[in-house]
C-alpha cells in the first residue's frame, strides 16, 4: 500500500536529517576530501542509490554543514556586538572600543576556522566559484560580516572617536580581504593554521588603528 502524502513527506524530512546529522559528524574531525558517499550513506542508514536523490555531489554536503554553521556564528557575532554597543551606551566610548568590536568579530570568524582548517578553507572559498550553485549564500555571509563591520565603524565615526574621511564601507571591505587572504595564504605558503589570528589580527590593526583619534 502507498504512503500517504504525509508519510512520504516525513520520511523525507527524516532522511534528509539523518544525512545531515552523518555528515556533521564525518565532517568533524575530517576532510571533505576523505569522506565518501558510501561512507555518509551509511551513517544516515540509506542507500547511497538514496543518497544522490538528495544531494548532486559529497562537497554540497560540506556547503549545507558549513552554511548553517556560519549563519548560526555570524547572528552569535551579532548578538556580542549588540551587547557591547549597549553595554557602552550610556558611557562615551572610545575610538579602541570601535576597533575591538571589529576585531572580536573577525577573531569569532578565525575560531571557526581552526575547528577544521581545511573544510573551513573549501568552504569559504566557494563563494569566489561560478560553477558553485551554493555560492550566493557564501557571499551574503560575507556580505553580513563587511556590513556588521561598516555600521560599527560607522558609529564610532558620528561619536567623533574615528576618522571621518575614509569610508567605512571600504574599511570593512577591506578587513574581510584580510580574513579571506590569510587563509589562502595559510596552506599556499605553508603556514600553521593556528596563527592564522595572529596574522589576521596584526594586519587589520594595521588597518583599523589609524582611524582612532583619541588614543
Known amino acids: 500500500m502507498a504512503k500517504s502524502p504525509g508519510l512520504r513527506e516525513a ?3 527524516d532522511r534528509a536529517s539523518r544525512i545531515q546529522a552523518a555528515a556533521e559528524a564525518l565532517l568533524r574531525d575530517r576532510s571533505i576530501n576523505e569522506i565518501t ?30 552554511g548553517n554553521r556560519m549563519d548560526a556564528i555570524l547572528s552569535r557575532i551579532e548578538e556580542t556586538d549588540a551587547l557591547a554597543a549597549a553595554g557602552a551606551g550610556a ?6 572600543h570601535y576597533v575591538d568590536r571589529v576585531l572580536d568579530a573577525y577573531r569569532v570568524r578565525c575560531e571557526f576556522y581552526l575547528e577544521n582548517p581545511e573544510n573551513a578553507a ?22 553580513r560580516s563587511i556590513r556588521l563591520t561598516a555600521s560599527v565603524l560607522t558609529e564610532g565615526q558620528g561619536r567623533g572617536v ?14 574581510h580581504a584580510i580574513y579571506m587572504h590569510e587563509i589562502d595564504r595559510t596552506p599556499t605558503r605553508g603556514l ?6 595572529e596574522r589576521v589580527g596584526a594586519r587589520m590593526h594595521a588597518q583599523l588603528d589609524p582611524l582612532v583619534l583619541d588614543d
Open 37 to 66: 558517499t558510501k561512507e555518509v550513506a551509511e551513517h544516515a542508514g540509506i542507500g547511497e542509490a538514496t543518497l544522490f536523490r538528495y544531494i548532486g555531489s559529497k562537497h554540497e554536503l560540506l556547503f549545507m554543514v558549513y
Open 192 to 197: 600553521p593554521p593556528e596563527t592564522i589570528w
Open 122 to 143: 573549501i568552504y569559504l572559498r566557494a563563494g569566489f566559484d561560478r560553477q558553485n550553485l551554493s555560492r550566493g549564500r557564501n557571499i551574503a555571509q560575507g556580505d
Open 162 to 175: 574615528l576618522l571621518r574621511t575614509v569610508d567605512p564601507l571600504l574599511v570593512a571591505q577591506n578587513c
Open 11 to 13: 520520511s523525507k524530512k
Open 91 to 96: 558611557d562615551s566610548p572610545s575610538g579602541r
